[in-house]
């Protein structure tokens, strides 16, 4: 780099859901200069594309043959994410219980994940201070030489009581039994599974508070940047 200018930094954080990623990388983010891509946004919207058109998403190969049909764009603001299809801004309607229940499904067809995965690596390659990228697969597949790779994880007890917390009225046992399940069809998933790359710090946020999570990761960003 010339003038003294820091090389941008590629910050990938994945997990399972209900550990930290989305809040953590935000949040260091925000507090390092650095865009933030939520690439489960990408994969919710894409899936809320195939139920608003009506695809059966129980045949993988009706899902691969609409793949490269919605446009979805990713606005990268830490402080203010978002996410269109199409033009359509489905920030909310990616979170309903529909989508939620059916992203497994979509994602695991390699049709859906080689296009994401290309939206995914131009974003990442094109920020000027670096980026923090949070999903299941992005130090193992997406982004395999990421300064810096974080697994975040969690019991499966925490990881219900803080959703749960967020779905106002959510029974936490059926909040579990639905976590647990999608966790193990995206683990166990052919292309690209949820997976610790070997390189990754792995973090368990059992018993941390949020903000001593986003302490530990922006605390391993700027040892990798001081070259430690
Ligand atoms: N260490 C933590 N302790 C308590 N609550 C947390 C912690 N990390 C995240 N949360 C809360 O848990 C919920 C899920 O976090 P989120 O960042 O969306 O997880 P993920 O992106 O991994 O699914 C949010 O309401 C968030 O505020
Ligand atoms: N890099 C990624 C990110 C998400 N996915 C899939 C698998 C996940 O169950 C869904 C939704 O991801 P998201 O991060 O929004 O999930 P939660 O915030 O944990 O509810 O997308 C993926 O296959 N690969």
Redesign the pocket.
């Known amino acids: 780099m010339e003038n003294g200018a820091v090389k941008p930094v590629i910050v990938a954080i994945d ?10 990388s935000k949040a260091v983010a925000a507090q390092l200069g650095l865009s933030y891509l939520d690439t ?1 946004a990408q994969y919710r919207a894409i899936t809320w594309w195939m139920v608003t058109n009506g695809i059966d998403l129980t045949d993988p190969t009706a899902i691969a043959a609409v793949a490269g049909k919605p446009e979805i764009v990713s606005g990268t603001d830490p402080s203010h994410p978002t996410i269109t299809v199409d033009g359509v801004d489905v920030a909310g309607p990616i979170r309903t219980e529909e989508v939620t229940s059916k992203v497994s499904a979509v994602s695991a067809v390699p049709e859906v994940r080689t296009r994401i995965s290309e939206l995914q690596r131009l974003l990442a390659t094109g920020t000027e201070t670096g980026i923090v990228v ?1 999903g299941r697969d992005i130090g193992t597949t997406v982004l395999p030489d990421a300064d810096l790779k974080v697994f ?1 994880t ?1 019991s499966a007890e ?2 219900a009581a ?2 749960s ?2 779905l106002k009225g959510a029974d936490v046992n059926a909040t579990r039994e639905a976590l647990v399940k999608r966790d193990a069809a995206d683990s166990s998933r052919k292309t690209s599974p949820l997976a610790k790359a070997d390189d990754a710090v792995e973090v368990d ?1 059992t018993e ?3 903000a ?2 986003i302490e530990c990761v922006v605390t391993l960003v700027e040892e990798k940047r001081a070259g430690k």
Request: a positive charge; glycine letters at 20%; aromatic letters at 0%.
């Open positions: 997990g399972p859901s209900g550990t930290g990623k989305s809040s953590t489960g949070e975040l969690a925490a990881r803080r959703r917390g967020e946020t941390l508070t949020l001593q999570v």
